[in-house]
C-alpha cells in the first residue's frame, strides 16, 4: 500500500522521537499503527525505520552523535522487529526483514569491546540480526553459536596481535568441519589489515564500524546473488 | 598509600558489590551517569575552534568535582564476577589525599624521579620513549629498544611488544605470553645495557596481555620493581580478574604500577565533554582500584585508533588541567598519532600533543605510538627525542600562546587523518647496525624543528 510522503515523515519523526528519549512503548505502538493503517511491515521497514536508522548511521560517521544514540536505536528497531513486525511476518507466511544473521564477538585472548560494540549496534540499526557474544569468547562457542542462530556472517574483533591466531583457528575449525561455506567469516581491530585478512582467508574486513556495515550488506548480496 | 588493606578491599568488594549485568553498566549506568554530571556541572567545552588549549579554570574545577561525582556514583565494574567495585566520598578523598606525588623510577646512576606538575609549569615533563605496544620482529626488537635507551631525554623506555617469538606466532594467555614476556626482559635490558644505560626503568610486561604475562616476566632474573609495570581499566570503567591478578602480584612484590585508562571518542561517554570528564574520573577510579604511582590516558579516535584529532587534544587539555589544579594525581599522556616514522605528520602530532599536555600540567609523555601502534616495526627513537625536546621548549609557555600554535600544527596535519601515513619502518629510517637515524629522516626532524621555531615556539 502506498502512503502519502507526509504519513511517512510524520512516522518518521515519532520514530526519532521515540529513539531519543529510549520509549519502547511508543515505537511499538507506531509500528502497530502503522500496520494497522495498511502498510506491510517491509514497507514499514524500508519507508519509516530505514531513512531514520540510516540518517543516525551517517551522523554517527560524522561523530556528531555517538555510542547511546546507537544503542537507543538499537533497543527500540529490535523492539520494533520482536513485538510487531516479525510476529506479523510470520504470520503472513512471509519472510524476514532483516538484513542478515550476524554472530559477533571479540576473539579469544582479548577483552575490548567498544569497537566491537560500535559494529554490532551499527549492523543492528542497519536491519541486521545480531548476537553478540561479548568478549574473549572461545573458538568452541564462536562454532557453537553461530550454529545455533544459523548465521550467514561470523564477526570477529582483534585489537591485538596475539588474539589473531584465535581468529584464524575459527577458520581451521569450520574448514575441518566442512562448513566454511555455510559460514561468511569477517574480522576488524586495529591489527587486521587487508593483507593480513587476504592471507588468512577471511571473506571480508573493515577498518571500522561504518566500513562494516557496507561490508557484510556487499556480503549479504553476494550471498542472495548465489542463492538465486 | 598503597598496602594489602587496600588491595583486599577491592578484591572483597569484587565478590560482594551490587550484581548487574554488563550490557546494563554500557547501555544504561555509565552513559547515563556521564550525561547527568555534565548537566548539573555545566559542562561545556568551547568550539573546537575557538581553543584547543583551553584557559577557563572554573570549567576545569566544575570538571573535577563531576569527576569526583562521576567515580563515586559509577565506581567500577567487575567483569569476571559481574559485580560494581564502589567507594565513598570519604574513600576516594582519603586515597586522594595521600596520592604519591612523586616517584623514582630505575636503578643506579640511571634512577630518575617523575614528579607532579602544575598548569604551565616551567619543569619539563617526565618523558618515557618506546613504541607502547607496537609489535616488533624478534630481529628489531634489540636495535629499536636502543634507538630509544640511547637517548639522553629519555627518562624512561616504554616497551614494544613482539610479533613472533622463536619464530612462532603469539596467542594470548598461552605459554607463548611467558616466552615472548621473556624475551622482552632479555632483550630490552640488553638494549639498555648496550646504550649504556643499564639501570633504566622499562615500561613493562608489555607482551603480558593477560596476567600470566607480568607474573612470569616480574619474576625472579626478570622485569625489577623499580620498572614500571602496567595495569589496564578496561573502557569504560571495568576490571577483571586477569587485571586484579597483576595487581595483587605487583601490590606484593611491591613495584612500582602504573595504570592507564583510554576512553573511547564516541563511546558510552559521549563527545569531547564525556570523553574530558572519563578522563578524570577515569584517573581517580585508576588510583582507587590499583593504588596506583603514576597514571596515563590516551583517548581513542574510533575511526583513526589515534588521540590527535583537535577534539581528543581540546578533551586531554581540559581534563589534564583539572587534575594538575585540584589533586596529587600524577598523569600522563599518551600520543598515539595517524603518521609513522619518516612523514612530517607524526612530527606535527607529535608536537600538538607535547605542547598541549606540557601547557595543561600533564606530569609526563609516553610514546609516542607511531602510526596507531599497529603497523609493525613502524616506531623508531627519533619521534621521542623530538617529543622531548618540543616538551621543554613548550614548558613555561602560556596556554594562550601554546594553543596558538597547537592550532597552527592541527591545521597541518588535520587533512592528512584520514589518510593515515604510516610512513617507513625502522629498517628504513635508521641503520639498524649503527642504530642511528638515517639522513632523510634528519633532515625532516630538522626541517619541522625550524618550522616549529617560525611558529614562535623556543626550540633550542
Known amino acids: ?228 | 598509600m598503597r598496602n594489602t588493606t587496600r588491595l583486599l578491599d577491592v578484591l572483597d568488594r569484587a565478590e560482594t558489590g551490587p550484581i548487574v549485568e554488563e550490557l546494563q553498566w554500557d547501555m544504561q549506568l555509565v552513559p547515563n551517569a556521564v550525561m547527568s554530571l555534565l548537566a548539573q556541572h555545566n559542562i561545556k567545552m568551547p568550539a573546537v575552534g575557538d581553543a584547543i588549549v583551553t584557559t577557563d579554570d572554573a570549567l576545569a574545577d566544575r570538571l573535577f568535582d563531576a569527576g569526583l561525582a562521576l567515580a563515586e556514583q559509577l565506581g567500577a565494574y567487575c567483569v569476571s564476577t559481574s559485580r560494581r567495585i564502589q567507594f565513598t566520598r570519604e574513600e576516594i578523598r582519603a586515597a586522594l589525599a595521600v596520592a604519591p606525588v612523586e616517584v623514582t623510577i630505575g636503578e643506579g646512576n640511571d634512577r630518575a624521579t617523575e614528579r607532579k606538575r602544575c598548569v604551565e609549569d616551567c619543569r619539563p615533563p617526565f618523558i618515557k620513549g618506546g613504541g607502547v605496544g607496537t609489535p616488533l620482529p624478534e630481529d628489531l626488537y634489540l636495535a629499536v629498544t636502543q634507538s630509544y635507551a640511547q637517548e639522553p631525554l629519555v627518562d624512561a623506555v616504554i616497551n614494544c611488544t613482539l610479533s613472533h617469538v622463536y619464530g612462532r606466532e603469539l596467542r594470548s594467555r598461552t605459554p607463548w605470553e611467558v616466552l615472548a614476556a621473556w624475551h622482552e626482559v632479555e632483550m630490552s635490558k640488553a638494549a639498555c645495557q648496550r646504550a649504556g644505560r643499564p639501570g633504566l626503568a622499562l615500561g613493562c610486561v608489555e607482551n603480558a596481555v593477560s596476567e600470566i604475562g607480568e607474573l612470569s616476566g616480574t619474576s625472579h632474573g626478570g622485569f625489577s620493581t623499580q620498572d614500571w609495570h602496567h595495569i589496564a581499566m578496561i573502557s569504560e570503567f571495568k576490571t577483571d580478574y586477569m587485571a586484579l591478578s597483576k595487581l595483587a602480584h605487583l601490590v606484593r612484590t611491591g613495584s612500582v604500577i602504573h595504570a592507564f585508562y583510554n576512553t573511547i571518542y564516541g563511546g558510552s561517554c559521549g563527545g569531547r565533554d564525556g570523553m574530558a570528564l572519563a578522563i578524570v574520573s577515569g584517573c581517580i577510579l585508576l588510583q582507587m582500584l590499583y593504588m596506583t604511582n603514576t597514571h596515563s590516558v590516551s583517548p581513542a579516535h574510533p575511526f583513526y585508533d589515534n588521540d590527535t584529532t583537535p577534539e581528543i587534544l581540546q578533551a586531554i587539555s581540559l581534563a589534564q588541567q583539572s587534575l594538575a589544579r585540584n589533586s596529587r594525581l600524577m598523569t600522563d599522556v599518551v600520543i598515539t598519532p595517524v603518521g609513522g616514522p619518516g612523514t612530517k605528520t607524526l612530527l606535527y602530532e607529535c608536537a600538538a600533543m607535547a605542547i598541549t599536555a606540557a601547557a595543561s600540567g600533564a606530569t609526563g609523555l609516553i610514546g609516542p605510538r607511531s602510526a596507531a601502534g599497529v603497523n609493525v616495526a613502524h616506531v623508531s627513537g627519533l619521534e621521542a627525542r623530538f617529543t622531548a625536546e618540543v616538551a621543554r621548549a613548550a614548558s613555561g609557555i602560556s596556554r594562550a600562546d601554546a594553543d596558538g600554535i597547537v592550532r597552527r600544527l592541527v591545521e597541518l596535519y588535520k587533512p592528512d587523518l584520514d589518510k593515515r601515513p604510516k610512513g617507513q619502518p625502522f629498517g628504513e629510517v635508521y641503520d639498524v647496525v649503527t642504530v642511528k637515524p638515517r639522513p632523510a629522516w634528519l633532515e625532516t626532524y630538522e626541517q619541522v624543528k625550524g618550522e616549529l621555531r617560525q611558529m614562535g615556539l623556543p626550540l633550542a
Open chain 1, 1 to 228: 500500500m502506498e502512503l502519502p510522503e507526509s504519513s511517512l515523515a510524520e512516522m518518521q519523526t515519532r520514530l526519532r522521537g521515540a529513539i531519543e528519549v529510549l520509549d519502547e512503548a511508543g515505537a511499538v505502538d507506531l509500528a502497530r499503527e502503522a500496520l494497522a493503517s495498511g502498510l506491510s511491515p517491509l514497507e514499514f521497514f524500508q519507508g519509516v525505520i530505514e531513512p531514520v536508522l540510516t540518517a543516525i548511521g551517517d551522523a554517527f560517521s560524522r561523530l556528531e552523535v555517538f555510542l547511546p544514540d546507537l544503542m537507543r536505536a538499537g533497543v527500540i528497531v529490535k523492539a520494533m522487529q520482536g513485538q510487531v513486525l516479525e510476529p506479523a511476518i510470520r504470520q503472513a507466511g512471509g519472510s524476514s526483514t532483516t538484513e542478515g544473521a550476524v554472530v559477533i564477538g571479540t576473539a579469544q585472548g582479548d577483552i575490548h569491546d567498544i569497537g566491537k560494540n560500535m559494529v554490532a549496534l551499527m549492523l543492528q540499526v542497519n536491519g541486521f540480526r545480531v548476537t553478540d557474544l561479548g568478549t574473549n569468547v572461545a573458538t568452541q562457542a564462536i562454532l557453537d553459536a553461530a550454529r545455533r542462530e544459523n548465521a550467514d556472517i561470523i564477526a570477529l574483533s582483534s585489537l591485538l596481535t596475539t588474539s589473531l591466531p584465535f581468529v584464524k583457528d575459527v577458520l581451521a575449525r569450520l574448514d575441518a568441519a566442512g562448513e566454511r561455506s555455510r559460514f561468511m567469516v569477517v574480522a576488524g581491530g586495529a591489527p587486521v589489515t587487508v593483507e593480513w585478512s587476504v592471507a588468512a582467508g577471511l571473506d571480508g574486513f573493515a577498518e571500522d564500524a561504518v566500513e562494516a556495515v557496507a561490508m557484510c550488506r556487499g556480503l549479504m548480496a553476494r550471498r542472495r546473488g548465489v542463492a538465486a
